[in-house]
């Protein structure tokens, strides 16, 4: 029969082994729910947007069932003119055809610590960039 020549030192490994347990149980699912929290807040204003823009869209077609309308996107888009009228075309000087930077060209750089990075983890603020 082998004693335990150190129980102390047994008794905190243990303590230990509990502790990360607990804590591996408990943070899975707390991401998991504020995961669902920012999925449940993020369709609610996609919704908002989108019924912004269906009212948009919807007076938007009520107004080209009027004749003005319709004359004025004829003009506007097809360069259309009435009988007698003269139609002038603008461009743009060379060169000025430039395109402004992107987001693609603008470089981030992440200046958080580690520590930054944990809480992050922890708190669930790593799951905000592509939830």
Same mark, same amino acid.
């Given at each position: ?8 030192? /047994? +008794?905190? *490994? ?6 990360? #347990? ?5 943070? $899975? ?33 009520? /107004? +080209?069932? *009027? ?6 996107? #004829? ?5 259309? $003119? ?50």
């Amino acid at each position: 029969m082998t004693l335990i020549r150190r129980p102390g030192v /047994a +008794l905190v *490994t243990l303590l230990f082994l509990l502790l990360g #347990a607990a804590f591996i149980t408990q943070v $899975v699912p707390y991401r998991q729910i504020i995961d669902s929290q920012r999925q449940v807040t993020a369709a609610q204003e996609r919704l908002a947007t989108l019924e912004a823009e269906n009212a948009t869209l919807q007076a938007d077609a009520a /107004a +080209l069932n *009027t004749d003005e309308e319709i004359e004025k996107l #004829a003009r506007e888009k097809l360069g259309y $003119v009435r009988p007698g009228e003269t139609a002038y075309v603008v461009l743009d000087p060379p060169g000025s055809n430039q395109s402004p930077a992107t987001e693609e060209d603008v470089l981030v750089v992440d200046d958080r610590t580690w520590v930054d990075h944990i809480w992050d983890f922890l708190t669930g603020g790593d799951l905000d960039s592509e939830g």
